[in-house]
């Protein structure tokens, strides 16, 4: 039997939503809040507004229990919560650093809510949202402000920071099954409440069929506010820089005549090194990496201090966007009046998201050269189409390389290992050229098929 805990999550998007349908998931009750009126309206029927994986039956399920609940009141909410997520949005500024005016609006908020009203024990307001160093300290200060301007600065709440660790497309199972759950406070009896709420998580003993295997009790790391939200950034940088390594490796790789497919097994491994985040390809996007490298980069030359590794792992993502280019050029020579295909706009497969999506920025590097640019996503090309009106979207595949003088394999979604690469050539102008973004396909089927291969770091 769990123990009881009322929760709030503010902000229904990816984060938020999916960590308040994880916890209905777990029998808690739970409120997602959201200022976002037809947002709001929509989960209350059913369906959800980003694609993932398995969320909307998670969404319904909840809501069919009375487990998930959806509103537009924050202080109501608050009122009823022992625990209440921070989950709103934090996106990149001008200068790189992370906008917490979102963040800040919903702390004041918190504060007044929590004004003049008398509780039975403190609430634990957690920081989801990937916050910089010091945010644990600037949202109590806040809750401390609104609650003076709600008319009482005595107020019972406890700050908590609880960085997620999210992969879209399985951020179910992340959420449920995670490597570890990180969590950074100050005081004793707020993370006693954490421990006592992540329990069935932990120690694996909610019943369900996501994961028949058995698993180890989870990692249960316990820090300082600051710690915390520093291993959120540096466990993501790490990861980004995984990628530009290797990337550099295959770039070396392609002038010397070696395989970076090969190289990259040999290295994985290497238990110090690890086999996953070794893929060559066009490079790390999405809505964390871009975002949380730029945030830490911002961070350390607040410090005054140049964080040069950083930058280098920047410059060479942007790079290999161009890499793709270049490859086109060598094979057609000029790009003008040249239709291209790319196949995937989404930065990863499973997912509708194009935040920072390579496709995009190829797409219009492709515009600026004169190409005509067709672009097929399984989920998201609807969307795409609205984000770069020169991309011409097509639903078909097939009807993307139809006259094409080349494509590109942008996302590796399984469906483009499944091609039926004679078709594909036959459709293509002559001499046809594949230009594999993620090195997904095997270069021996598509050559078997008539059409020139080129991948990343391939010899």
Not at 232 to 261: H, M, P, Q, R
Not at 321 to 326: F, P, T, W, Y
Request: aromatic share 6%; hydrophobic share 40%; proline share 5%.
């Amino acid at each position: 039997m769990i123990e009881e805990f009322n929760i709030g999550v503010v902000g229904a998007g990816y984060v938020g939503l999916t960590t308040g349908a994880c916890l209905a998931h777990l029998g808690y009750q739970v409120t997602c809040v959201d200022r976002d009126e037809v947002r709001i309206a929509f989960l209350k029927e059913g369906r959800t507004p980003i694609y993932e994986p398995g969320l909307e039956e998670l969404v319904r399920g909840g809501a069919r229990r009375g487990c998930l609940r959806f509103s537009t009141e924050l202080s109501k909410t608050v009122h009823g919560a022992d625990v209440l997520f921070i989950a709103v949005d934090t996106p990149q500024g001008n200068d790189g650093s992370a906008d917490l005016s979102s963040v800040g609006a919903v702390a004041r908020e918190i504060g007044d809510a929590l004004s003049g009203i008398e509780r039975l024990r403190p609430l634990v307001v957690v920081n989801k949202s990937t916050v910089p160093v010091g945010s644990g300290d600037y949202v109590s200060m806040l809750i401390e402000e609104g609650a003076a301007e709600g008319g009482n600065g005595t107020i019972a709440y406890r700050v908590v920071s609880n960085p997620e660790f999210l992969r879209e497309g399985s951020a179910i199972y992340d959420s449920l099954f995670p490597d570890r759950i990180v969590l950074g406070a100050d005081t004793r009896d707020a993370l006693d409440t954490m421990r006592a709420l992540y329990e069935p998580i932990i120690e694996q003993t909610f019943p369900t069929q996501l994961d028949p295997r058995p698993k180890d009790v989870v990692p249960f790391v316990t820090t300082d506010l600051a710690s915390a939200e520093m291993i959120k950034y540096a466990a993501n940088a790490f990861l980004a820089t995984k990628i530009s390594f290797i990337n550099e490796v295959a770039t070396i790789c392609e002038l010397v005549g070696a395989d970076v497919t090969s190289v990259a097994h040999g290295m994985g491994l290497d238990e110090r090194i690890g086999r996953r985040f070794l893929s060559a390809g066009i490079g790390w996007g999405g809505s964390c990496f871009p975002k949380d490298v730029a945030a830490l980069r911002s961070i350390a030359r607040e410090y005054d201090h140049e964080p040069v590794l950083l930058d280098a792992s920047v410059t060479v993502n942007e790079h290999q966007r161009r890499r793709v280019i270049a490859k086109l050029q060598r094979d057609l020579h000029t790009l003008k009046g040249k239709r291209i295909a790319l196949l995937g706009l989404t930065f990863k497969p499973n997912t509708d998201d194009l935040r920072e999506a390579p496709s995009l920025e190829i797409a219009h590097l492709l515009d600026q050269r004169g190409a005509r640019v067709f672009g097929y996503d399984p989920v998201a090309g609807k969307k795409a189409a609205e984000l770069l009106p020169s991309l011409r979207v097509v639903f078909d595949p097939y009807e993307a390389l139809k006259g094409a003088h080349a494509v590109v394999v942008v996302t590796e979604w399984d469906e483009f290992r499944e091609l039926d690469l004679n078709r594909v050539a036959s459709l293509m102008e002559k001499p046809p050229v594949l230009v594999d973004g993620r090195n997904a396909l095997d270069p021996r089927d598509v050559k078997a098929a008539g059409i020139r291969y080129r991948g990343f770091g391939r010899g």
